[in-house]
């Protein structure tokens, strides 16, 4: 009884009252972040498979890391990831600024056209996926049939089935998908941007181009990086539309880190060792986002100094 | 030598005419103050000799160019904005040296000119800091250095100190002539506070609705102000301004009858100007109006009557006393401060050769445009 309202007592003292309020959301966090969180480093250090439950207890230390650094296959993938993303995300920031200048000079219904630009990003990635594999398709895709009916070329081009190609056609999907997201945020910039230095670079003597270098575009910089730290997270863990569009293949060739990940996790079901490759390639996405984060940090600095 | 001149510029928005061919020159090493209240183009003006806004129509020469087509970049001029306009993502050396960068300088020549400026500015400790991290006074300061490290034919100032709290305008004001002083280049100025024109200019060019009303030196229009618009724009406290008739006075003395019984003796200069009958305009500063024995000018010609003083308002060195003709708010000045109790009668003088005439329909001095 005394215990009881002792407890009582303290559970409603003023002191105690924050951290009552706050222990649902710190339950709901433990259960569904730090717990898979810590079960999955755990596996990554077993021989786990999937098949086979009781391998959950064989702990094999260091050994799925060891054989993922001396996979030749991993690493062809790791790298394939990081040029796949360092090719998209500089062309989307290129294409996204371009469609934002443009959208900036235009006078009337800029509204309506950003959320015309919004509706890549509305569909979801696997449909995005299949649409562009039947664009892409060899026999029956949109793609070929204008070409050959253009007469441009006679023979199908097999875009998805040579290596480049099916590459660059999965990141023509990407890009589609999602340069939205680099035009809307460097048009809030532009938006955001004052007129006067503008003005003052002019009178300093630079031409249109000069005012855009060195005025303009340090001053969208931050919005970019905003957009690349985005971005980044998204495509370092690249999956749905690599699917549905090739499924990593052929024979390997467009193989992301995601997808080999997912083979190796579900088809071969290999999961202490999938979650070995998981806890690297996130490194990889953590050195991405601290390095556009630093930018972005750094950029702060002189953020709203122009009045 | 940097002479510019403004030949019937016109300034449309569509069907909207915001200036209405004005014509102006601008002597070399002149300091020029554009001045009037907001929307009367001063700064549209300023704007299109700087070429941020196309000339709609007429005629803008600097130097011996015409400048109409030419990009700001080829006209060789620098301007300092109400915002300061800093480039916010360069340090306070960069944003200096950034025009001559542009210009292709070597790099030792714009240390050399940025450490100039600098020098003249004071802004040595500051070199390295960002825009963010300066005050609006160093701010300001850093404007006024990166228009002068080019050294360019002309400078052009947007109401530069507007952003400013009162104490640090005056200062930059002093700052600003001695800039002048120095660097003897052509200034055009905009401002729409008629002290800061006062102070700083050569010439004022007195703006209004898109029309220049007058042009002249700032005691010429202080003097001399061609209508009642330029008469209650510069001065403070303003001019008063009293509706008048002209009437025949005895011996053939033409009188100005004022409200509440008051006449005055039309002023010598005005006699030949003004008919008996005519409506007109008196105007009278404060400082021509002031209680016997406080501080009245010595200075010619005196009329002087009675007035109740309702408000006073001290200022130290003088007091603003507040009294009224008929409908009209008079103030007037009393430069021997004493206390004045509530509504106290007092003997007035005016100094009747300072009186200024306007007629009433048209608002021109009757001394007409050009006098002196």
Redesign the interface.
């Known amino acids: 009884m005394s215990v009881l309202t002792n407890i009582k007592r303290k559970m409603f003292s003023e002191q105690a009252t924050p951290y009552v309020l706050l222990l649902p959301a710190v339950i709901m966090i433990l259960i569904v972040v730090l717990f898979p969180l810590i079960f999955s480093l755990y596996t990554s250090f077993t021989g786990y498979k999937l098949t086979r439950p009781d391998t959950l207890f064989k702990i094999v230390g260091f050994r799925n890391y060891v054989r993922i650094f001396s996979d030749w296959d991993f690493w062809v993938a790791f790298f394939r990831t990081v040029g796949f993303l360092a090719v998209v995300i500089n062309l989307e920031f290129l294409l996204g600024l371009g469609i934002a200048l443009l959208i900036n000079k235009v006078t009337w219904g800029q509204r309506t056209m950003r959320t015309i630009m919004m509706f890549p990003m509305m569909f979801s990635p696997i449909l995005v996926g299949f649409q562009f594999k039947f664009i892409f398709n060899d026999n029956v895709g949109i793609l070929n049939n204008a070409l050959q009916a253009l007469g441009i070329t006679d023979a199908a081009i097999p875009w998805l089935v040579d290596g480049w190609l099916a590459m660059g056609a999965i990141a023509f999907a990407e890009i589609w998908m999602s340069t939205s997201i680099f035009a809307i945020l460097l048009l809030a910039g532009l938006f955001a941007m004052p007129k006067d230095p503008l003005e003052a670079a002019q009178v300093d003597g630079c031409n249109a181009w000069q005012t855009f270098r060195h005025i303009t575009l340090p001053f969208l910089m931050p919005f970019a990086y905003i957009a690349m730290t985005i971005r980044s997270l998204d495509v370092a863990r690249a999956y749905d539309v690599v699917d549905t569009m090739t499924g990593g293949g052929p024979a390997g060739r467009t193989e992301l880190l995601w997808t080999l990940i997912a083979r190796t996790g579900y088809d071969s079901a290999n999961m202490g060792m999938a979650n070995a490759m998981a806890y690297v390639s996130i490194i990889l996405s953590i050195a991405f986002t601290y390095y556009f984060f630093s930018k972005l940090v750094a950029a702060r600095r002189y953020m709203g100094g122009a009045q | 030598m940097t002479e510019v001149s403004l030949q019937q510029v016109v300034k449309r928005y569509g069907q909207l005419e915001v200036v209405h061919a004005i014509d102006l020159e601008i002597r070399h090493s002149e300091f020029v103050v554009l001045v009037g209240p907001s929307g009367c183009g001063k700064s549209t003006t300023l704007r299109m000799i700087?070429?941020?806004e196309e000339i709609s129509d007429g005629k803008i020469v600097i130097g011996d160019r015409v400048v109409n087509k030419l990009?700001?970049?080829d006209r060789n001029?620098?301007?300092v904005?109400q915002?300061?306009?800093?480039?916010?993502?360069m340090t306070v050396r960069d944003n200096l040296g950034?025009?001559l960068k542009?210009?292709k300088h070597s790099d030792s020549e714009i240390n050399k000119r940025v450490e100039e400026a600098a020098e003249i500015l004071g802004l040595g400790m500051l070199m390295d800091r960002?825009?963010?991290?300066?005050s609006g006074g160093q701010r300001q300061r850093v404007a006024m250095g990166?228009a002068i490290v080019?050294n360019p034919d002309v400078f052009?100032f947007d109401e530069p100190l507007s952003n400013l709290d009162a104490k640090l305008r005056v200062q930059m004001r002093t700052e600003i002539k001695k800039l002048h002083k120095r660097v003897n280049n052509t200034i055009i100025y905009v401002t729409h506070d008629q002290v800061e024109a006062m102070t700083l200019a050569d010439r004022i060019v007195i703006m209004r609705d898109g029309h220049i009303e007058q042009v002249g030196t700032p005691l010429e229009v202080f003097d001399h102000p061609v209508n009642t618009f330029v008469a209650s724009f510069i001065g403070s406290p303003p001019m008063n301004q009293l509706d008048g008739k002209v009437i025949a006075g005895e011996g053939g003395e033409n009188q100005i009858a004022l409200a509440d019984n008051i006449t005055i003796p039309v002023p010598n200069r005005a006699k030949a100007h003004v008919q008996v009958g005519q409506y007109v305009i008196v105007g009278i500063r404060p400082d021509d109006l002031t209680p016997k024995n406080h501080g009245m000018k010595d200075s010619g010609e005196t009329v002087s009557f009675d007035l109740t003083v309702s408000i006073s308002e001290p200022l130290g060195t003088e007091t603003i006393l507040f009294s009224q003709i008929g409908t009209k708010e008079v103030q007037g000045k009393m430069l021997n401060p004493r206390p004045i109790e509530g509504d106290e009668r007092l003997n007035f003088n005016l100094s009747l050769d300072r009186v200024h005439v306007f007629d009433a329909s048209t608002g021109q001095n009757v001394l007409g445009p050009h006098h002196g």
């Open positions: 700087a070429g941020l990009p700001p970049r001029i620098s301007m904005f915002n300061y306009a800093l480039y916010p993502h950034f025009g542009i210009a960002l825009p963010a991290e300066l990166r080019r052009l």
